[in-house]
């Protein structure tokens, strides 16, 4: 249980291009979603906590406007990159809460995806 | 504010050795704790958590943790390394109703035949 996907797992896109990543919860509905960035042997850094129905809240220092989070549903948030440069390249990975956790913080993470930027 | 310190970015272990990662972290409530493990190019996969209750934790792959709050330490260790063990190693902190998770900067653990 507890599944969590990412969609794509790869890509590669031209700058100037807005790209959207996918994050569904497969077996269970989530209250929360999380955005985070990982660059090359770093930790990961949150960009943006998303409640369904609801604006996202994003962290100090990400700019909501070329980050756009919309989670429409308890298993589906999307995070598009708009005009994406390659300082955007980046592993993005997702998390969501699952209900019958709530209290206890505890995220389930999708496989991430590897964004490109050339 | 919370935090976390992962002593160690770089761990080497022996295969069947012990192998022990230290965390430390600093939180303001009485925090909730957890460790995860990530395999190259893929998400993160929990191992363990400590919420309330007893203070040892185990998790999955033979792992386990112990909350000591007057070290303000969750170290995680496993009796005996195997091959599939190496990974990057995770431990992140919340201060607990809904707040969000931080973590530290990681552990690469590398295990020698």
């Known amino acids: 249980g507890a599944v969590v996907s990412q969609h794509p797992s790869r890509v590669i896109c031209k700058s100037g291009t807005s790209v959207k990543i996918e994050c569904r919860s497969l077996d269970f509905q989530a209250t929360t979603m999380f955005w985070y960035r990982q660059f090359p042997k770093q930790s990961l850094m949150l960009m943006a906590t998303?409640?369904?129905?609801?604006?996202?809240?994003?962290e100090q220092g990400v700019e909501k406007d070329k980050f756009l989070i919309n989670h429409a549903s308890l298993t589906l948030s999307t995070l598009t990159v708009t005009s994406a440069h390659p300082e955007d390249s980046s592993f993005y990975i997702c998390s969501a809460s699952l209900a019958a956790d709530r209290g206890t913080d505890t995220q389930y993470f999708g496989p991430g995806t590897r964004l490109t930027v050339l | 504010a919370q935090s976390v310190t992962q002593l160690g970015s770089h761990v080497s272990v022996s295969e069947g050795a012990l192998v022990l990662l230290r965390c430390n972290y600093s939180s303001s409530v009485p925090p909730y704790l957890f460790w995860y493990v990530q395999y190259p190019n893929q998400g993160l996969q929990l191992l363990l958590k400590?919420?309330?209750?007893?203070?040892l934790v185990k998790g999955i792959n033979g792992f386990e943790a112990e909350f000591k709050k007057s070290e303000t330490s969750f170290h995680l260790t496993k009796p005996s390394a195997h091959m599939s063990d190496a990974a990057e190693y995770f431990c992140?902190?919340?201060?607990?109703?809904?707040?969000?998770?931080?973590f530290g900067g990681g552990t690469r653990v590398l295990v020698k035949p």
């Open positions: 400590y919420t309330t209750g007893a203070t």
């Open positions: 992140a902190v919340s201060e607990g109703a809904g707040n969000k998770l931080t």
């Open positions: 998303s409640n369904e129905g609801s604006k996202a809240t994003y």
